[in-house]
């Protein structure tokens, strides 16, 4: 986009993409839209992504006034609106108890008095430029303003504008966002509906894994007003999905959930072994009451467990063998028999854990110990 400022994005070597695009546009309504256009009338190839069947979000639902102090239908009609009075006016409606006259920033903080600085000094240069983009925008002269009696209102009317129908009519949020995708459509810009940006699986280098593979389960959603979650890492892991939705759907989907990062089993080998099928088989045994699975190195683990009596000789025999059925690997078990399993601090049970896994690159590979302790994997022994 010619910014200095912005980062080149690194090529991404290797990897398919069925779509290669400057900005990618999450959601498909007012903010999305008028994002894209000014990205494309920037240069930018854009990509509009809308989770539902169609455009439009809450924007539809609009009336579709908009607030703009010192637009360019007062500022040509030469009504006063200063800067001073606007400011005032956002501050205290916008932060009552805070609100302080006499203050530099209003009573607020500087960020938050910068922002509505920002809103005032920008809100027209944006409006025009969307009218430059050929959205038609009418000004109600006589609309007054949401708490006109108050001392700082001192331009009580006008700073309200709405779409502008083609007809002549005063349009609202249904015939702004059909104004909106129109100019979109008039542009090219892609926009794909029943797309949802919600997760990705990806492996260790953050690339999306394949379907079938496992791989960590990065999350974005934008639901949350409050903290909007962007590629954020929930700490899961699961396997992506070969087959697609029965409703129709094409959209990718999470397969099996192999568990938290800290349950993973590491192993020597570079793989991530989620412990849940093991945890499956051991929990029918009737004499364990309750058990913990440790994995202290890349082949040694040890089973905390709750009885009433020692687990015989071979019950540990029996045990040692799912684990290297399971893992697929030579690995090495200890017993112990414990009065009960010690919780975590939050006072969550936890059947499995991985000491590997705060620093599993640098544990190195420890080699299996010999003795009575070991067991042989039917397809290593052969
Ligand atoms: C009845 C009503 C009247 C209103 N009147 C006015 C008014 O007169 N003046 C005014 O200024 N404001 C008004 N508002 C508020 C205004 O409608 C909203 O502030 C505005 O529409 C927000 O636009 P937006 O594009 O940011 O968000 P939205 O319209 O909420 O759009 C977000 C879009 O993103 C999509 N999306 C969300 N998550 C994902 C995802 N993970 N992947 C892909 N897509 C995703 C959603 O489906 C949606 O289409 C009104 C609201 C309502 C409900």
């Known amino acids: 986009m010619g910014n200095p400022e912005v980062l080149a994005p690194e090529p991404a070597a ?3 993409w069925d779509v290669d ?5 999450v959601g498909g309504a007012l903010a999305g839209f008028t994002t894209a256009l000014h990205a494309h009338e920037l240069g930018a190839s854009v990509v509009v992504l ?39 006016y956002l501050a205290r409606m916008a932060r009552p108890l805070l609100f302080d006259p006499s203050h530099p920033h209003l009573g607020l903080t500087r960020w938050e008095f910068e922002l509505f600085e920002a809103l005032y000094d920008n809100a027209d240069t944006a409006f025009r430029a ?18 006109m009696h108050l001392p700082e209102v001192t331009a009580p009317r006008g700073r309200e504008l709405f779409p502008h129908n083609p007809d002549g009519t005063r349009g609202d949020g249904e015939s702004f966002i059909a104004a909106l995708a129109g100019l979109m459509a008039q542009r090219q810009i892609p926009v794909h509906v029943e ?20 791989g960590r ?21 699961a396997v992506a999905a070969a087959n697609i939705c029965g409703c129709g759907r094409t959209l990718p989907l999470i397969g099996r959930i192999a568990g938290r990062a800290v349950d993973l089993f590491r192993m020597a080998d570079g793989r991530m072994v989620s412990p849940y099928d093991l945890i499956s088989l051991i929990k029918w045994r009737s004499e364990i009451r309750q058990f913990q699975i ?3 190195g890349f082949d040694r683990y040890q089973l905390r467990y709750v009885s009433e009596r020692p687990v015989s000789a071979q019950t540990e025999a029996w045990i040692r063998a ?6 697929d690997a030579r690995v090495v078990v200890a017993f112990e028999q414990v009065p009960e399993i010690a919780r975590t601090r939050a006072g969550k049970f936890m059947p499995a854990r991985s000491e590997l896994f705060d620093d599993a690159k640098s544990a190195g590979a420890e080699r299996c110990a010999t003795g009575q302790n070991e067991c042989r994997h039917p397809r290593q022994t052969g």
């Open 50 to 88: 809308e989770k539902a069947a169609q455009v439009g979000g809450t924007a539809r639902k609009a009336v579709a006034g908009m607030w703009v102090p010192n637009n360019r239908f007062m500022q040509q009609a030469g009504t006063a609106d200063g800067k001073a009075d606007a400011l005032a």
């Open 322 to 327: 799912k684990f290297c059925e399971s893992l």
């Open 21 to 25: 695009v400057d900005i990618v546009v």
């Open 294 to 296: 440790v994995q202290q």
């Open 217 to 237: 389960v990065l999350v974005t959603t934008l639901e949350n007003y409050l903290m909007p979650l962007i590629r954020y890492e929930i700490g899961d892991y």
């Open 14 to 16: 290797g990897v398919h």
């Open 195 to 214: 797309h949802r940006v919600a997760g990705v699986i990806v492996d260790e280098t953050g690339r999306p894994v394949n379907a079938g593979e496992m």
């Open 130 to 147: 969307l009218e430059a983009l050929g959205v038609e925008l009418e000004q109600d002269a006589e609309f007054p303003d949401y708490h």
